[in-house]
């Protein structure tokens, strides 16, 4: 199996390792990121720097606005965790808008 190591000192700890099968890129003994085959691992302290309405989960979904998250829910008032927010929203208005100046031109 060949395997490449990138490193600023051969005792640095952080570093870069790539491999046939997976990459594992790490900050530290106890932080790094690692990819195979079976998906991508983050291990150690994460810091997420972005609103939380531009994080995605799934590719379809995102959290609620701090307004949302803030109301409390119930049963008669359920407020969801996630929400849906498809990647190509505002796609039909988009075609709507080509179909109009395809029109004019024609």
Sequence with gaps: MA???IKAT???EPGLE???NAARLSGGRESF???DSSGVYLVGN???LAEPQNIRIAGSYTFPTA??????STMVNPQPILESNS???GFGDLATEVA???GELI
Excluded: C, F, K
Excluded at 67 to 72: M, S
């Design 33 to 35: 990121v690692y990819a």
């Design 18 to 20: 790539v491999g046939e």
């Design 100 to 102: 109009r100046l395809l």
């Design 46 to 48: 994460l810091s997420l």
């Design 10 to 12: 051969p005792t640095s």
């Design 87 to 89: 990647p190509v929203e």
């Design 67 to 72: 307004y949302r998250a803030a109301l409390p």
């Design 3 to 5: 395997r490449r190591v």
